[in-house]
């Protein structure tokens, strides 16, 4: 079916402004990026409301007059049993009109703070059908380009393969965020974990990995986590991460964002924070020059964040090693009749044009926690029972306070504030605002009452809040990943009390009022009233979202726990070592980029003191 219909009904398209009816043909491409059964799905809700309409009316909703359509859109926000199924519709609409309403203003050239520093990249297409290596690197985000910086510099013959394309800062510059986002992320942004309730779990797909689309906070691994990780679990390497720790803060260059740079939506987190007398300061991130354009998640249009294509993979290049683009990795082969047992022989890749095998005797693992159990399934080592259990993410919910002045959230640090004052009670809160349409808080309303939020956005400071979950997931498939993940009812009490506190935040900041994202009450004027709503409703009713999947092939001295040894490496086999967010025995509690660097460099460099 046509959407011009429905998004004209969503954003009140009445003629009087041309970006509204832009806004269509961009969905579709939105579209078109999600998974097949996204698509489906959004186009038989689609259909739903179309139906309603011509229920109510006789004629469908493309047909309606504007007040026609508005007097439809009432009815079905009427019904509470609707709202989450609109709300899930509202998401892809407002990604296109957001975008369409910040083109009519003209778009920004960026300014690049620096050029690339050039990469060996090879494509698939162009890759020989047999070769050999001394080793093959399966990811080429935070932990592969560490693990092959690693192994390249202590002369091995290294090849990282990488299932995306490698995207230039130029490029970045050249095109709209929302173009960017549905290729930089796998399925187009709309990765889901099935449960209760759903997640939309979002991952990077490119040379650099999710590093190319993360924020670029840079927190170190708390010290008691790293304490529970050696003590309870036997993840001995975490013991001697502190190097590990500096190493990668110096290879990024970070430092803690300069105040002249955060934004409106910093500045009021801090002034909120200190308005209470909470914990909050500028983050520490990996983007020295930064300017603020405020598209870390799109990939840095400036080149200011060092994603790990700008700071590890050209080091891991200018040591001999090769990155193939293109190549999803079909199993890694294995020589079963070996003496002393199976040990990795290489890997078979297969692509758009065509497949090819790399034989090499060491494997590192580094797809992701999402992907590489998958991968192993399909490799015939995915006997361990606790292999792709353990999923751990950091489950997060957002909202937005409107201020009497603007604060145009999008023009300053995209994540630029922490405040740590609920972190020991596992709630962190940071400043995090997004081009507009593409963060997580969903604007309330629908018709009329959509159009004037999206037309007074620039009045919104929004704040998001993730929490240290308990283990509750799992990565199911062989060919194809499924997620399932439940949110553990303590940490869906944590998310209610997050919006308690960011609420709280924004209303010391001078908030007029506190945009919720509990569909029932969207909007509260102060905070009795906020804590009156949210006594009635449960993390069901969130807006969520989750980052940060770590712990599917965990590492840990008790082999029946744990599919990795205290070391990373796979067990049931020689050769293969994993060296990605899998390998983090749980949930870091921060974000986790810097502590999955570190994983890698002790995993490969415990393989290199003893290689097994």
């Not at 007097?71 to 509470?80: I, Y």
Request: proline residues 8%.
């Amino acid at each position: 079916m046509s959407l011009a219909g429905l998004v004209s009904a969503f954003i009140a398209d009445d003629g009087t402004t041309d970006w509204p009816r832009r806004v269509p043909a961009r969905l579709e491409t939105v579209l078109a990026a999600m998974p097949l059964a996204a698509r489906v799905g959004l186009r038989a809700a689609a259909s739903g409301v179309d139906a309603y309409a011509r229920a109510r009316t006789g004629r469908s909703l493309g047909e309606l007059g504007p007040g026609e359509k508005e007097s439809v859109l009432r009815g079905l926000a009427a019904r509470p049993a609707l709202l989450p199924l609109l709300d899930v519709l509202k998401v892809p609409v407002l990604l296109a009109a957001g975008t369409e309403r910040m083109l009519q203003d003209g778009p920004v050239a960026p300014v690049l703070t620096r050029r690339d520093p050039p990469l060996n990249v090879t494509p698939l297409t162009d890759w020989p059908a047999r070769s050999t290596a001394d080793a093959v690197v399966i990811g080429s985000g935070a932990g592969g380009a560490m693990a092959a910086r690693t192994l390249a510099r202590a002369g091995l013959d290294v090849v990282v393969l990488e299932e995306g394309h490698h995207h230039g800062t130029e490029a970045f510059g050249r095109r709209t965020p929302l173009d960017r986002f549905t290729e930089l992320y796998r399925d187009g942004g709309a990765s889901v974990a099935v449960g209760n309730p759903p997640l939309l779990l979002p991952t990077g797909r490119a040379v650099g990995g999710t590093t190319v689309v993360n924020s670029g906070t840079c927190y170190r691994t708390p010290v008691h986590v790293l304490a529970r990780w050696s003590g309870d679990f036997g993840f001995s390497l975490a013991d001697g991460f502190g190097p590990y720790l500096d190493e990668a803060e110096r290879t990024l260059q970070v430092a803690t964002q300069p105040v002249d740079v955060l934004g409106d939506n910093g500045r009021l987190a801090l002034a909120g924070a200190r308005e209470l007398g909470w914990q909050a300061s500028p983050l520490r991130r990996n983007a020295p020059g930064c300017r603020g354009s405020c598209q870390c998640v799109v990939g840095c249009p400036t080149g200011a964040k060092q994603s790990v294509q700008l700071s590890v993979l050209p080091d891991a290049c200018a040591a001999g090693a090769g990155i193939v683009t293109g190549a999803r990795v079909e199993r890694v082969l294995v020589d079963a009749d070996r003496p002393g047992g199976p040990r990795a022989a290489g890997v078979r890749l297969y692509g758009k044009d065509g497949g090819a095998e790399i034989l090499a005797p060491l494997v590192v693992v580094a797809a992701g926690a999402l992907q590489s159990p998958p991968l192993l399934r399909r490799s015939g080592l995915g006997r361990h029972p606790r292999l792709g259990r353990n999923l751990s993410v950091h489950p997060a919910t957002s909202v937005a306070g409107r201020f009497a002045r603007p604060v145009t959230a999008w023009k300053g640090v995209l994540q630029s504030v922490g405040v740590e004052e609920h972190h020991g009670a596992g709630i962190l809160i940071e400043a995090t605002a997004t081009p507009p349409g593409m963060g997580s808080f969903v604007l309330p309303g629908l018709g009329a009452e959509l159009r004037r939020e999206l037309e007074g956005a620039d009045r919104l400071a929004t704040l998001g809040a993730m929490i240290a979950d308990r283990p509750s997931g799992r990565v199911l498939g062989r060919d194809r990943t499924l997620i399932r993940y439940d949110v553990d009812p303590r940490d869906g009490d944590r998310l209610v009390r997050a919006v308690r506190a960011m609420g709280e935040l924004l209303f010391a900041a001078g908030a007029e009022e506190v945009l919720t994202g509990v569909p029932h009450t969207p909007r509260v004027r102060d905070l009795p009233q906020l804590d009156a709503v949210l006594a009635r409703t449960t993390v069901r009713q969130l807006h969520l979202s989750a980052y940060h999947p770590t712990g599917t092939i965990a590492a840990g001295a008790d082999s029946q726990r744990f599919p990795a040894d205290p070391a990373g490496r796979l067990r049931g086999v020689q050769g293969v070592l994993i060296a990605d967010a899998s390998a983090l025995p749980s949930c870091p509690q921060v974000n986790p980029q810097l502590s999955i660097m570190a994983a890698a460099l002790a995993v490969t460099a415990a393989h290199l003191a003893s290689p097994r």
